[in-house]
């Protein structure tokens, strides 16, 4: 089993910056990859990052969407179990519950939502215009 704590929320200007913390707790394997969703009120569940280590380099790789490409970066501490999401240049559509996603089974890219099996409670971000 995996637990995921997320913390770092809050409410922020437009043009701001924020950063997310994930702490992993449990079994290592089910969490090789991880990765950072977000939904607002009324809409679906959206990917915005994901990470897992490349299985020949051990590099970490990256994904994230269109949406916050340039803006958000994901990554990984993994001698403290720690995923993080660096947020900048925020906007008031990025304001949504941040949720922080594990699986043990890794996939490239950002899959869907369906696809991690343990997540954590949330951490609301709130973008004023």
């Known amino acids: 089993q995996v637990q995921l704590v997320e913390s770092g929320g809050g409410s922020v200007q437009a043009g701001g910056s924020l950063t997310l913390s994930c702490a992993a707790s449990?079994?290592?394997?089910?969490?090789?990859?991880m990765a950072w969703f977000r939904q607002a009120p009324g809409k679906e569940r959206e990917g915005v990052a994901a990470i897992r280590v490349d299985g020949l380099t051990t590099d970490s790789v990256t994904s994230v969407s269109d949406s916050v490409k340039g803006r958000f970066t994901i990554s990984r501490d993994n001698e403290k179990n720690t995923l993080y999401l660096q947020m900048n240049s925020l906007k008031p559509e990025d304001t949504a519950m941040y949720y922080c996603?594990?699986?043990?089974?890794?996939?490239?890219?950002?899959?869907?939502?369906?696809?991690?099996?343990?997540w954590g409670q949330g951490t609301q971000v709130t973008v004023s215009s």
């Open positions: 996603a594990a699986t043990g089974i890794c996939m490239g890219g950002i899959r869907p939502s369906t696809t991690y099996h343990y």
């Open positions: 449990g079994n290592n394997l089910l969490s090789r990859c």
